[in-house]
């Protein structure tokens, strides 16, 4: 291409991770499609959140019907939304229901927003300070669920937006990462919705007796297992379905990538195909982040969850693409390459 080699610096690192999993060699990152899924979590009682419980439902409704961060940037990027209810505690309060699905499509960009209620959302899950979060089988029908989102999509989406939503889940995804990495409490648990003073130290001290539960050096199943929660446990199947697809999933901010450090130390070869999209304002995100070895493409102080980052990011792997398949080579160009230094007297 005309310019200095890696002179683009991370637009062109991106431009070969998109073409490397492209079946044509092309790098390409549309169609993309983004998958949010919401669940409550029983730690939520122990006032580990500003906000209450009802808000998970509330935003759910609110993802569908337009009005959320998630759902007009999905609408300005031309991005179809669909949101899974794996474990919502209350009522989600819907205008319109045809079985498990409500269609919304109808913003200016033509991106349709989809709804699907998935059957363990009532099942009954543990407070993970003091029990199983995801007892029986949860765990793993809560990793199907993420499966059978990914099946829903298009075949031919390339790019997989992966979110969440959850009052609780910062504190839930506190336990599952010290648990992966072998963190204290402290260092690993932030302000999540913006938990202050006491709230904080609550947090805190949750996270610090889920992280006693869990013996050192257990596997990642048996940290979802024991510390993680539906949503969490969808992503990573979610992730590892699109992989099995050979599609790129662009991460966002701590919760995803906490589920993301599950899956790379179960299953490692998926790493190449994770594009992580920004590094937020969350406590132990940054050492997620580190310990996936993993470089952000932004640093914007975020900390909204709800896919927001990593939508935020999807320009870049479009400018990306656009870079690798547009950009003129030297000889088409006519323009003239690095002087070799033999060419010197």
């Known amino acids: 291409m005309t310019k200095p080699a890696g002179s683009l610096g991370a637009l062109e690192e991106l431009a ?66 669909t949101v899974v209810d794996v474990g919502v505690a209350h009522p989600v309060p819907l205008p319109v229901l045809t079985g498990k699905m409500h269609d919304a499509s109808k913003n200016a960009h033509h991106a349709s927003v989809r709804f699907f209620r998935e059957d363990i959302a009532s099942a009954l899950v543990g407070d993970i300070a003091v029990e199983d979060g995801l007892p029986g089988n949860l765990l793993e029908r809560a990793i199907e669920a993420g499966v059978r989102a990914v099946d829903r999509l298009a075949q031919s989406a390339r790019v997989l937006v992966l979110g969440e939503m959850g009052i609780g889940n910062t504190t839930v995804a506190a336990a599952v990462a010290g648990a992966l990495m072998g963190c204290d409490a402290a260092s690993i648990t932030g302000a999540g919705t913006g938990v ?18 869990v013996p050192p050096g257990s596997a990642p199943d048996a940290v979802l297992r024991r510390v993680g929660g539906r949503e969490i446990a969808a992503l990573v199947g979610a992730a590892g379905r699109a992989v099995e ?4 999933v662009l991460v966002d901010g701590f919760i995803v990538s906490a589920a993301m450090l599950a899956l790379v130390r179960a299953v490692p070869e998926v790493k190449p195909y994770l594009v992580f999209a920004h590094r937020s304002r969350e406590a ?19 900390r909204l969850g709800e896919a927001s980052g990593a939508l935020a990011a999807l320009p870049l792997l479009d ?27």
């Open 319 to 345: 400018l990306a693409c656009a870079l690798h398949t547009q950009m003129a080579t030297f000889e088409e160009a006519a323009v003239p390459g690095k002087v070799s230094p033999e060419s010197h007297p």
């Open 16 to 81: 070969v991770t998109l073409a490397a999993a492209s079946p044509d060699g092309v790098a390409s990152s549309r169609p993309a499609t983004a998958i949010l899924f919401a669940a409550d979590h029983p730690v939520a009682r122990r006032g580990v959140s500003a906000y209450p419980q009802e808000v998970t439902a509330a935003m759910v409704a609110n993802f569908v019907n337009g009005g959320a961060a998630a759902s007009v940037l999905s609408a300005k990027l031309g991005v179809d939304l």
């Open 196 to 213: 202050t003073g006491e709230a904080l130290e609550a947090k805190q001290e949750t996270v610090r007796l889920a992280l006693q539960r």
């Open 245 to 248: 697809r050979g599609m790129i």
């Open 284 to 302: 132990g995100h940054r050492a997620v982040l580190e310990a996936l070895d993993a470089r952000p493409l932004l640093d914007l102080g975020l």
